[in-house]
């Protein structure tokens, strides 16, 4: 029972250009909402975390942006490198619900 | 390195079999969780113990149950396996002391091959 659902499944992005993925919850209960990164052959690191009581959140070159009204959240990665290429998951914490994963190229 | 350990890294094994895993959090945290990463189902949340007490559970079948020890390692057993159980099991830790907002720290996963 997927509560937390994340598209694309996969995106190919020039280097230099924004990646954007989004993830879309049902349950408002959801009260914290990060952002892993997964390489091959290793677990998932968080990457950026936020939580609804704010719009938007800038670590370096990664930005969540918040919809409440919208239950929608999403990532974006600016000048994209091809060492984010990974795969991103979005989670919603109070039941630990994750996205299916985008798998991220970023071509050089 | 995140400082979560988990053995072992590999394992095959046959239908019908019991399994144990095994996973050490990092120093200082109370809270471990399981984790089932299957490429069709994603990253699926099995159960979290917090202080050696269950404290949420997920999708975890009955074949599988999981406990944590006194010294705060944790362990993931699966019986009665099946093609389907095979995937790749992580456990992360927490520091368990400020509800759901903490960040969760993976390890590197046991990889498990039902045959």
């Known amino acids: 029972q997927q509560q937390v659902k994340q598209s694309p499944q996969s995106l190919i992005v020039q280097k230099g250009g924004i990646s954007i993925i989004n993830c879309a919850y049902e349950?408002?209960?959801?009260?914290?909402f990060p952002w892993y990164q997964q390489f091959p052959g290793k677990g998932p690191a968080l990457l950026i975390a936020?939580?609804?009581?704010?719009s938007e959140k800038k670590e370096g070159r990664f930005t969540i942006s918040f919809n409440k009204s919208a239950k929608q959240f999403s990532l974006h990665i600016m000048d994209s490198q091809p060492g984010d290429s990974a795969t991103y998951f979005c989670?919603?914490?109070?039941?630990?619900?994750f996205g299916a994963g985008t798998r991220l190229t970023v071509k050089p | 390195d995140s400082g979560v350990t988990q053995t072992p890294k590999h394992l095959i094994t046959a239908t019908g079999q019991r399994v144990t895993l095994r996973c050490s959090p990092r120093s200082g945290d109370l809270s471990v969780y399981w984790y089932q990463q299957s490429l069709d189902q994603g990253l699926q949340f099995l159960i979290q113990?917090?202080?050696?007490?269950?404290?949420a559970k997920g999708n975890i079948l009955e074949r599988f149950s999981a406990q944590q020890f006194p010294d705060l390692h944790s362990e993931l057993n699966l019986s009665s396996l099946e093609l389907g159980d095979s995937a790749l099991y992580f456990c992360?830790?927490?520091?368990?002391?400020?509800?759901?907002?903490?960040?969760?720290?993976f390890g590197p996963g046991t990889r498990l091959l039902v045959l």
């Open positions: 992360a830790s927490s520091a368990g002391t400020s509800g759901v907002q903490e960040t969760q720290y």
């Open positions: 936020i939580r609804p009581d704010v």
């Open positions: 349950n408002t209960a959801f009260d914290y």
């Open positions: 989670a919603a914490r109070e039941d630990m619900r």
């Open positions: 113990y917090y202080n050696g007490e269950e404290r």
